[in-house]
């Protein structure tokens, strides 16, 4: 998958990226509107998620970048078509930090993806709905190093969220 991104937010030119350099301007990052972060917030499902010490090791081993690449390859072979493979259980719940950010986001199915961004079931994603799951990947991973304390309960972390997942339904 050799598909360049840039994280810039358009609606504020005058912060640039940190990893801006690395990102070629292939194609821009759609701006996630807030209001999906404050949802997301909300939710006592999707907020358990944070990255894993293991997740993190990897996210600076490969870079932002390059997992966001592999992020934009999951969207386009697990998401995007109209009846993805194993639909509603395409996403492992660990084993790759954008599977977690996937799990916090509302975007690892297409029942998720319908319920949290109201692209419909049943449809192939476009290109537009494909980059923005990709911006809303890529917000949580950056706001996620931007607070690693979370990370130190990472074994607390999985025994909650799998523990939950058992008692609790996901939609
Ligand atoms: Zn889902």
Known sequence: MGAR????NKSDNSSIPTQGNLFLPEFDLPVVPADVWDKLARSEFRRQFHLTKVDRAYLQEKSLPIVLEHAADFIAKRLAPSHPVKDGRQTPWKGHPVFTAQHATGTCCRSCVEKWHHFVKGVPLTQQQQA?????IAGWLER???????????GQDIQRYFAQRKQKTRK
């Open 144 to 154: 996620e190093e931007q607070h690693p304390e979370q990370a130190e309960d990472e």
């Open 132 to 136: 923005y799951i990709l911006a809303v």
């Open 5 to 8: 991104l840039i994280l810039a």
